[in-house]
């Protein structure tokens, strides 16, 4: 494959810039023109703003708007979508970094946004780019047919909600009191579920959001579905051997913290070389996953051999 815009270093880099260009404007949206809306607090935006523009690698719009596009199609729809799924991510990020929870002083290489404003208004910021999200999904110019917007706003609450993201982190912090509570460690099995809800649901959301978007028939859509599930996982995996092995400069925060924290990883359960080789199996299954499509899926093909090896 060449260079440039048809690798997927390049999409990613791409798709991006075109997020970060997105998100300045849905976060600069000057609230006196919509009629009846009172404007925005500007402490809050600023908050929104810290902790959504200027970093982060936009993996999971990456993978709605690559889907989709696998899929022939383009355009505004996909990149909403993506931004939408963005803004969840970040409010992820925001929350798990407070004080009550990882309580982390660096994020992306900048300051948290509790650090950066104070707690209070980092709860709000996070709970405004959850609300925001979700407006952003209803939104018309994400497609035009409204049982597609209805699906896909569907199908972003569960995959953020209690039996997703927000569930899986109550499984996480759960997990790092069993010791102190005198009960055994997670098994391998608790630690795969926790980690599918926690991390998985919103990647797996990303790819099946570009397959409702791309409009594919059943098959197909369980095939992107196996794909999306494997890239989560292998992006967990990854997450926890860099939190062994990376260095806080290459991660953008500290490093070193699951093992402190008596956090349920599988390389806490499995070992680091056998989760090395359950990273990569995984990273194989969904690669697997595309054999069906030809070149034009190399990029997402890419993407699960990145997930495996990335170091940031
Ligand atoms: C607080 C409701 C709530 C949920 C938090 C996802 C999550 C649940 C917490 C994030 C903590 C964490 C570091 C999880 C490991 C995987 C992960 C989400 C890493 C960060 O995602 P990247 O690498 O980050 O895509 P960037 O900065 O590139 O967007």
Redesign the pocket.
Known sequence: MSKGTHTFEGRLSAVADEVEQRLEVILSRDTQEIAGEFAWPERLRAAMRHAVLG??????PFLVVETARLLGRDGLGPLLAGCAL?LV????????D?PA??DDDL??GRPTVHKAFDEATAILA?DALLTLAFEVMADGAIDARAQTRLDLTLALARA?GTAG??G??MH?LDAETLSARGLPPLGEAEIRRLQAM??GA?LAFAVDAGAMLGRTDAQTRRRLATYGQALGAT??IA?DILDVEATAHEL??ATGKDAARGKATLVAALGLERAKAERDRLAAVAVEALSGFGSEAEVMRDAARFMAK?R?
């Open positions: 970093g982060g690698k936009r993996l999971r963005e991510h970040c409010y992820s990020l925001v929350h798990d407070l929870m990882d994020r992306r996070g953020a993201m927000v899986g982190q996480d926690k991390t919103l992006f967990q997450d953008g925060k990335r940031a």
